[in-house]
């Protein structure tokens, strides 16, 4: 399974372009609209008989919170290196604030219901906390930098940040073996999330 996350790749392609251009460029939006994502985390058709896929439908609900965050992410304005620098700053308190709604979520979701699938959970969880504490510390250095040059460097590393995010495996825990992969696929919420095979 393959999470739609193309809109990453635009978005860090997006804010590189805007960020290089400060002062050169009018506003860049790094937005991009992905239809047909609703929030799985309340529309669950999955049956109670069915646990696996029950929680697979719990887990694609809680990692859609991230990918709907990151398709409606502020405006980027690189007009100027002040503009781009608050602008950038409120686009990383944004993820950091769609990758806290997912952990939340995954941690009420609580561990798989199939015996050893725990681990790619945990993994993803520390992935989640590491790039979080990345995108909060250039937030911050954004915010103090005082003069054009260190401004640029923040904002250099606020696309490297961005690039870790679109690195994410979001659908680790799903593909940790071929159990929870097959839940996934009876999983209404997690359909929402995967790309269609390309025509042949």
């Not at 991009?32 to 008989?49: F, I, L, V, W």
Request: some cysteine.
């Amino acid at each position: 399974m393959r999470p739609r996350l193309s809109v990453l790749a635009a978005l860090a392609t997006g804010i590189g372009i805007g960020l290089a251009g400060c002062g050169q460029q009018p506003p860049v939006s790094p937005q991009a609209r992905q239809g047909g994502q609703a929030d799985t985390s309340s529309q669950s058709g999955t049956s109670p008989a069915d646990p696996a896929a029950s929680w697979a439908d719990g887990y694609c609900g809680a990692v859609t919170h991230l990918v709907r965050t990151l398709s409606n992410l502020p405006t980027v304005d690189p007009t100027s290196p002040q503009q781009a620098s608050l602008t950038s700053s409120r686009l990383l308190t944004s993820v950091v604030g769609g990758i806290d709604e997912t952990v939340a979520g995954l941690d009420r979701l609580g561990p798989p219901p199939l015996a050893g699938d725990e681990q790619a959970r945990g993994e993803l969880l520390h992935d989640f906390a590491s790039v979080r504490q990345r995108a909060d510390q250039v937030r911050q250095r954004i915010d103090s930098a005082r003069d054009t040059d260190a401004t640029r460097a923040a904002l250099g590393e606020a696309r490297s940040t961005l690039d870790e995010v679109a690195k994410l495996d979001l659908l680790k825990a799903l593909d940790a073996t071929p159990e929870l992969s097959a839940a996934g696929k009876r999983a209404p919420g997690c359909q929402q999330l995967v790309v269609p095979p390309a025509p042949q």
